[in-house]
């Protein structure tokens, strides 16, 4: 089989919907086949590559913070991108300009960047399919 | 003949937006199209056996394909499924975009 492109759009922001788990599985298996991946992460999902998330500790469960091991959307980012690039796929994350400003979360993972829906039409253009994932 | 690949993601007891949807499926269908309706997150709590369950066996004799994502049905303990309703993998999403289906989701 050819080498796919594959295009997500992501609207959901951090922490907050089940979209983005189901998300990130479908991503994987993408990366897993060492398909090329864009991905164009707007409104709030905008913040789901911001470097500085931090882990935190449960002190309700009385967990520090490696105990309480909780995971942090920047940090599977990273690990799609390495996981892509380990099966000879390459993935372009974007987040959206506008989006990152106004929620002041314009630091991001390295390997992803900044760009604008213009973006995401070019990413329509040069993909053999587009999965638009909305907000409820 | 174009083919669907429609992922539900909302849980119908929930939402009435999800027999819309439904009848999305089925429509296109009847318009000669191939199908498939792949139910993720709470929108698989309709392939338990429920009041809920009924039209997606109808779909299924309509010549939907109708899946149930396996990792939502262990999450909400559904290991019975409604007739007409498989249980497949988060891949079957992947192979569809693959192959250029057309792709929605709810």
Redesign the interface.
């Known amino acids: 089989?050819s080498k796919?492109t594959?295009t997500i759009a992501l609207m959901d922001p951090p922490y907050e919907s089940?979209?983005l788990t189901?998300a990130f599985?479908?991503l994987d298996?993408?990366a897993r086949?060492g398909?090329n991946i864009n991905v164009f992460a707007y409104e709030g999902a905008s913040g789901l590559a911001f470097v500085r998330q931090s882990p935190h500790p449960n002190p309700v469960h009385g967990k520090d913070v490696a105990e309480e091991n909780h995971p942090t959307t920047k940090d599977q980012v990273a690990a799609l991108l390495a996981e892509a690039e380990k099966n000879g796929g390459k993935v372009d994350w974007v987040n959206c300009g506008m989006c990152v400003d106004e929620r002041g979360v314009n630091e991001f993972v390295p390997g992803t960047r900044r760009g604008s829906p213009a973006d995401f039409h070019t990413f329509i253009e040069a993909s053999?399919?587009?999965?638009?994932?909305?907000t409820? | 003949m174009a083919h669907y690949l429609l992922i539900e993601?909302?849980d119908p007891f929930e939402s009435n937006d999800v027999g819309y949807y439904y009848d999305l499926a089925k429509g296109l269908v009847e318009g000669g199209n191939q199908v498939t309706l792949f139910l993720?997150?709470?929108g698989v709590l309709s392939a338990r056996p429920s009041a809920q369950s009924a039209v997606l066996g109808a779909l299924a004799r309509s010549g939907v394909t109708v899946l149930a994502?396996d990792?939502?049905l262990q999450e909400r303990g559904i290991a019975k499924l409604a007739e007409g309703v498989a249980a497949a993998s988060?891949?079957v999403?992947?192979d569809h975009?693959?192959a250029?289906?057309k792709?929605l989701?709810h």
């Open positions: 089989m796919k594959l089940e979209n189901t599985r479908i298996v993408a086949r398909y053999d399919n587009v999965l638009v994932i909305p409820k | 993601s909302r993720a997150q709470n994502d990792f939502s988060i891949d999403v992947v975009l693959a250029g289906y792709t989701w």
